[in-house]
Structure formats: structure tokens, C-alpha cells
């Protein structure tokens, strides 16, 4: 169904993928893998012609020539025979606008009726009262399910996947890929999948493809190239991802303290009756599904959120609920890497002009840029020039410009693919070992939590429900809530666990 045939794209002149070429069968999914700037968004986005410049090659689509098809004729195919989910959920949807109108704009153009939006919302695992929600009022996966709830919307002919699964937890992700994998059944498309995460394209895919500088490295069953890899790159990507492994916690002085914190978003509570600690150098990590309430909790500690009920201390002074009220010395002892960086970085000012703001002067921006491994050549562009991965090591760069005491990271890693997504894990491992820096790291991806936490906290309905060291928690959970988590991860706990009675 889908033929690509010497595919080049540039940007400013400059080629960013170089004379690819590969096919997708109807029914098939083909994966896309690569690191963050190796092209795969580029070329994805080449597919329905959405940017950059065709420079050589053939795109076909169930026998149309997309790249000869004139305005006119390409909004008509894209409407009839192609959707997207694009890897930023809050970017493609408008903040001014419910999540029920959207829907049934997206139903409307496929001439399907707007009473349709509660059965797309179900197939997306959402509650009927969302549609009567503003996107901000949705956590990222909830988002990300909207967005493909808007795709669900048509038959494409084609679905194209840009990291579709990046803000969603193990459960949720599963449940969201079994549709996907229903529809490509049900309507025959093509899908080409698009991701840095190697466990979810070899349990998806039935062919991959690999990404390095803009070009196809190596080509197969994903079987075979995810387990006997013959190129050195796909192997770099494959011992790079990461895997739930055992460490040792540790106690500290206490820093921060949640004592009963409750908050609500109009009739529904998020948070009910949260007490949480975190020591002076410690790392704790949150875990639990999309809509659990983790970043409702990250926002009230960052002095982001609604008010409500509980105390927050730090060093055992009462925090102000709004951030607006904290003097600013203590606004600079707490910092925060937000989920989606394209809502915190100015499109208007380069990387270098961002965190040079951060630090208050130019001195040391380098040496910000490295601490997150960003390459100097990207401090001189603005965000737009960035793939979602680098958008988000600024986020991670700027957070520690204050020297704070405590991050806040809000699924800091999600957009960043295995190689450097283990980069920036150690080098955040590293900076906590040389500053003493406490973090408070929130992830759906329970084995990127292992690599960090000394103790994690996992949260359900508003709550939480475990929390302990580290290793007792990933490897010996004793919440019936914790082991359905790690298995839908594909990782058994240890059968000496104990059941809670």
C-alpha cells in the first residue's frame, strides 16, 4: 500500500534524510526507530507532506502520487486516506476549545454524526465527562488518548505514529496499542510507527527500520533486527534501552513534606489525602496510570496548581499554595521540567537566549548545554529547529540554572529516545551526586524509574498506595495495584512478595 522510493528532505537546503526507501503492506506496521535528530519526525511528516522540502524521490499511497497532488487534491487525500498522532498531544489540540467539539469537528469532516464522540471517547478508555473538558484540565496521556480518539474518527488508508505512546503509563499504553493494532485489522491500513521505544516497536511492529543522520541503516523483520542486529548503531540503541534492575535506597534528612494535600478539579478530586517526604538528596520517584494524579502532585509542589487542602513544607517552613506568593529565594530552590517542553520554551528566543535568561547572563551556558548533553551547534537555534527529544533536554538544561534544591520532573525523559534518554538519566544521576540535589522524578515508565529512584511512591485514584525502597517496590511489591503495573510493563515481581491484607 505504501512505497517510498529515494526519499530526500531538506530544511533550509540543508538534506536531513537521505534516499530512503522502504514499503509498508496493507495490514502490516512498519517501525521507524533513531535517535532524537536522526530524521524520523522529518520523514514521518514527509509522508502526508506537512514539511520540509522534498528534494528526490516518490511517495506512494495505495497508488496515488502524494508528492504530485496539487493543494486542492492533497487536502482531499489527507482528509479521506491519511491520520496522524503526532507526539505532542498538547500542541495538536486547541486550548480554547472542549474535548467534545473537537471530536466532533474530526467526526464531522469523515461525515459521521456528532453522537459519535462518546464511542470514541470509550475506545480511548475515557470517561464520557471528558468530552466536557478543556485540554488543560487533562493530564498528558489523557491528551495523547484525545488525539487518537481524533484519529479513530476516519479510515485512513494510512496512520502514521510519531512516538504515540510518550505520556502514557504501561497499562494504558497496552490498552491504546491493542486498538491501534484492532483498527489496522479492522480497515487494512498501513501503519508506520514512529518511536524511540525498542520493547513497544518489537511487541507492534512486523517490519523496522533504522535511523541514523537521515539515513536507513538497517532494514528487517523486527524480530530479527531487535534481537540479532547487524548494524553497530542498532545494536548502540538496543544495549542502551532501559531495564528494571535493583538498587539500594537510602535515608536522609527530610526537605520537603506533603501532609494531606487534596485537590479537585471542579466536582472530581485528583488528589485525595497525599502525605509524601523527600530527603535531602534523595531521589523519589511517582509512579501510576495517566489521570492518577501525578502531575497535579508535581504542579502543587511547584506552586502551580488549584488551592485546596494539606500542607507543603520545605526545611520545615510552610509554602505558600501559589508560587506568586513564595519570596524569591525560595522560588529558586524548587525548579521544574514540565511533560511537554514546547508549553515552557519561547519560540521566539534561540536555546542560548533561554538559558541565558535562566542563569541571568551568558556566562556558563555551555556548560548548562553539556550538563544535558545538547550539542553546541543547537544553542544558536530556536525551538522550532528541535526534535521533541532536544526540546526537551533545554527543559532539563534551564532546571538546573538556579542550582535548585529540589527538580520537580514531570516525565522529563518520555520525549527523548533509549540512547540519550540513558545519557541524560546519568547525567542527572551524576549532577544529584555532585550538587546533593534532591529530585522528584514522575514516570510512567516504570524501568527509567528503577535506573534513578532511591524510593518510589505509586499513585492511584488521587492516592497513593505503595511507597518504599526502591528495590522492594519494583522487585517484591506487595499492591495488587503495583503488580498489575509491572506486568503490564512485561516484568514479573518476585513470587516472594507479600499480599496485602
Not at 535493583?246 to 526537605?255: A, F, N
Not at 544558536?380 to 527543559?395: I, T
Not at 525502597?469 to 503495583?482: G, K, M, N, S, V
Request: glycine share 12%.
Amino acid at each position: 500500500m505504501i512505497a517510498v522510493e529515494g526519499l530526500s528532505v531538506a530544511y533550509q537546503g540543508v538534506d536531513v534524510v537521505h534516499d530512503v526507501s522502504f514499503t509498508v503492506a496493507a495490514g502490516r506496521t512498519y517501525g521507524l526507530v533513531g535517535e532524537s535528530g536522526s530524521g524520523k519526525t522529518t520523514l514521518g511528516r514527509a509522508l502526508g507532506r506537512f514539511g520540509g522540502d522534498v528534494t528526490a524521490g516518490r511517495i506512494d499511497v495505495d497508488g496515488t502520487d502524494v508528492l504530485a497532488l496539487s493543494p486542492k487534491d492533497l487536502r482531499a487525500w489527507r482528509a479521506a486516506s491519511l491520520a496522524v498522532v503526532h507526539q505532542e498531544a498538547g500542541a495538536a489540540l486547541d486550548p480554547t476549545m472542549r474535548v467534545g467539539a473537537q471530536l466532533a469537528e474530526a467526526l464531522r469532516i469523515q461525515g459521521r454524526p456528532r453522537g459519535d464522540v462518546t464511542e470514541l471517547l470509550d475506545k480511548v478508555r475515557l470517561p464520557g465527562e471528558a468530552a466536557r473538558r478543556y485540554p488543560h484540565q487533562l493530564s498528558g496521556g489523557q491528551q495523547q488518548r484525545v488525539v487518537i480518539a481524533a484519529a479513530l474518527a476516519g479510515r485512513p488508508k494510512l496512520l502514521i505514529l510519531d512516538e504515540p505512546t510518550s505520556g502514557l503509563d504501561a497499562t494504558v499504553e497496552r490498552e491504546i496499542l491493542d486498538l491501534i493494532w484492532e483498527l489496522r485489522a479492522e480497515i487494512g491500513a498501513a501503519v508506520v510507527l514512529i518511536s524511540h521505544d525498542l520493547a513497544l516497536v518489537g511487541r507492534l511492529c512486523d517490519d523496522v527500520g533504522v535511523l541514523h543522520e537521515g539515513r536507513l541503516v538497517e532494514e528487517g523483520p523486527a524480530a530479527r533486527v531487535l534481537s540479532l542486529p547487524r548494524h553497530p548503531y542498532t545494536r548502540l540503541l538496543i544495549d542502551s534501552a532501559p531495564r528494571i534492575t535493583q538498587k539500594r535506597g537510602r535515608e536522609v534528612p527530610p526537605l520537603l513534606e506533603v501532609r494531606g494535600l487534596t485537590r479537585s478539579y471542579g466536582k472530581t478530586r485528583v488528589l485525595d489525602d497525599v502525605s509524601l517526604t523527600i530527603g535531602r538528596g534523595e531521589i523519589v520517584g511517582l509512579v501510576g496510570e495517566s489521570g492518577s494524579g501525578k502531575t497535579t502532585l508535581a504542579r502543587a509542589v511547584a506552586g502551580l496548581g488549584h488551592r485546596g487542602g494539606g500542607v507543603i513544607t520545605l526545611d520545615g517552613a510552610e509554602l505558600p499554595t501559589r508560587v506568586g506568593r513564595r519570596d524569591p529565594s525560595t522560588r529558586r530552590r524548587i525548579s521544574m521540567v514540565f511533560q511537554d517542553p514546547d508549553a515552557s520554551l519561547n519560540p521566539s528566543h534561540t536555546v542560548r537566549t533561554i538559558l541565558a535568561r535562566a542563569l541571568g547572563g551568558f556566562e556558563g551556558v555551555e556548560e548548562l548545554a553539556t550538563l544535558a548533553a545538547l550539542e553546541p551547534h543547537l544553542l544558536d537555534r530556536r525551538p522550532h529547529r528541535l526534535s521533541g527529544g532536544q526540546k526537551q533536554r533545554v527543559a532539563i538544561a534551564r532546571a538546573f540554572a538556579g542550582r535548585p534544591d529540589l527538580i520537580v520532573c514531570d516525565e522529563p525523559v518520555s520525549a527523548l529516545d533509549v540512547s540519550v534518554q540513558a545519557g541524560v538519566l546519568r547525567t542527572l544521576a551524576d549532577r544529584q551526586a555532585l550538587t546533593g540535589v534532591s529530585y522528584l522524578f514522575i514516570s510512567h515508565d516504570l524501568a527509567v524509574v528503577s535506573q534513578l529512584a532511591d524510593r518510589v511512591a505509586v499513585m492511584s485514584g488521587g492516592r497513593i498506595v505503595e511507597e518504599g525502597p526502591a528495590d522492594q517496590i519494583l522487585c517484591e511489591p506487595r499492591h495488587p495495584y503495583t503488580i498489575g503495573l509491572l506486568r503490564a510493563a512485561g516484568h514479573e515481581p518476585s513470587q516472594r512478595r507479600r499480599h496485602v491484607h
